[in-house]
């Protein structure tokens, strides 16, 4: 393949997609085009975190795949991504959820990777700072965490530039064109460059980008909020995991010697990084209700960013029926950093060989408007 390979979107997913193709597939003239800077879109919210625990088997076998190589990153790409398995901790208050909860722990446990089922006792006695009134039980995942996003994105930016990729930043597609249904440019404001493999990463803006192709990408953005707190003085460990509610929404962690807080009540789905008057006093307030010393913490900034959002919260992996040479690869909500590491993989597989190594066939965009069961992802935080 001597034509590039142009990757719309300067993400983590672009990024990973890109040095994938270099190093697997000796494609190193593949071209990233990215409309501000590399990063700045949602990636540049991502808090780094990374679970096993999903309902979709596929997704964790993503994080199994991403967590191997990221405990890798540093021999291979020569940045620390800061690796902490500080856990994550489902709780539950309604039975429904507290079962679903359970299913997910088997799931994750016939995959390899072990979940604690904790009674609201055990999760009162391991976490005495927050209050468990009212919660029935829940999962520990000691494998899940967190870690520096930044520094794997500047990994996979880095190693894919030695390896000859260009990355253009400030740089707009305003066009894909598309003859007799097979790609063959894309065009920013300055140039009009010609191919036949288009991948559009565009995050949140990927349904966007797909219209200027003819394509339906059903994928809407959704603004998101975390809290940051400044350090304060409480009887709070340095090391806890995220303990996220899943009837209430509330997730409550770590970050450095502050705190974060964050609820993920639904909202319109919008491209404005708005919010409603009240988002910080109502997460504000749930959050001191369950953890008290919070009382004494201030916000210090938020963390603010778009959720790219699909109907069943599921990514599109896919290759764009009916437009030869057209693939997405985007609508990861919440885990598109720690799903990056194998998706980028998976991707760059699906670009050359049309097959790849985990079966991420349900990721397909037709999906969408088929008799297909659709088997929406649960956990959403
Ligand atoms: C607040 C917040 C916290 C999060 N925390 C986590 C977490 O802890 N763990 C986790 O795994 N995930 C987390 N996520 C999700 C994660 O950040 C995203 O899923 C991931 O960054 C998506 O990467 P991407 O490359 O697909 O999209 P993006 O990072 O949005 O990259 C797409 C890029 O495409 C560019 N673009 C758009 N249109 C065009 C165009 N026409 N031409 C050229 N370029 C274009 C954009 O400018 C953007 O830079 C979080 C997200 C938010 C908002």
């Not at 071209?31 to 780094?48: H, P």
């Not at 975190?49 to 540093?74: C, P, W, Y």
């Not at 997405?328 to 885990?335: E, L, M, Q, R, T």
């Not at 597989?349 to 088929?370: M, N, W």
């Amino acid at each position: 393949m001597n034509e590039p390979v142009v990757i719309i979107g300067g993400g983590i997913i672009g990024a990973s997609v890109a040095y994938n193709l270099a190093s697997l597939y000796s494609l190193r003239n593949s071209i990233v085009l990215e409309k501000s800077r590399l990063g700045s879109g949602s990636t540049s919210g991502s808090l780094g975190g990374f679970r096993h625990q999903f309902s979709n088997e596929t997704a964790i076998k993503l994080t199994i795949e991403s967590v191997k190589i990221l405990d890798q990153f540093e021999a291979a790409f020569g940045y620390d991504p800061l690796v902490r398995r500080d856990g994550y901790s489902f709780i539950a208050s309604e039975e429904n959820s507290l079962a679903q909860l359970k299913k997910n722990l088997e799931l994750t446990k016939r995959l390899g990777i072990n979940v604690e089922f904790l009674k609201k006792g055990e999760l009162q006695w391991r976490f005495p700072f927050y209050s468990f009134e009212g919660i029935i039980g829940g999962t520990l995942c000691m494998a899940d965490g967190h870690a520096s996003t930044l520094a794997v994105l500047q990994g996979y930016v880095s190693k894919s530039k030695t390896l000859g990729v260009k990355f253009y930043e400030n740089t707009e597609v305003i066009g894909i064109s598309v003859e007799d249904g097979e790609v063959t440019a894309v065009v920013t404001a300055e140039s009009r460059i010609e191919t036949s493999k288009v991948l559009i990463a565009a995050g949140a803006f990927s349904g966007v980008v797909g219209k200027l192709a003819g394509a339906n990408i059903p994928i809407k953005p959704y603004p998101r909020k975390i809290l940051v707190t400044h350090a304060f003085s409480s009887s709070i460990p340095s090391e806890i995991p995220l303990i996220i509610d899943v009837d209430s929404t509330l997730a409550i962690g770590r970050e450095g010697n502050g705190m974060i807080l964050a609820d993920n009540e639904p909202t319109d789905s919008s491209f404005e990084l708005s919010f409603p008057a009240n988002y910080d006093d109502r997460v504000i307030s749930k959050a001191v209700k369950r953890v008290p010393s919070l009382a004494n913490a201030s916000v210090a900034y938020s963390d603010i960013g778009l959720y790219e959002m699909t109907p069943d919260s599921n990514p599109i992996v896919s290759e764009i029926e009916g437009i030869e040479g057209l693939y997405c690869c985007s609508g990861f909500a919440g885990h598109g950093f720690m799903h990056a590491p194998a998706i980028g993989r998976i991707m760059a597989e699906l670009i050359v060989e049309r097959k790849t190594h985990i079966d991420i066939s349900e990721y397909d965009l037709g999906r969408f408007g088929s008799e297909k069961a659709q088997n929406s992802e649960r956990l959403i935080i």
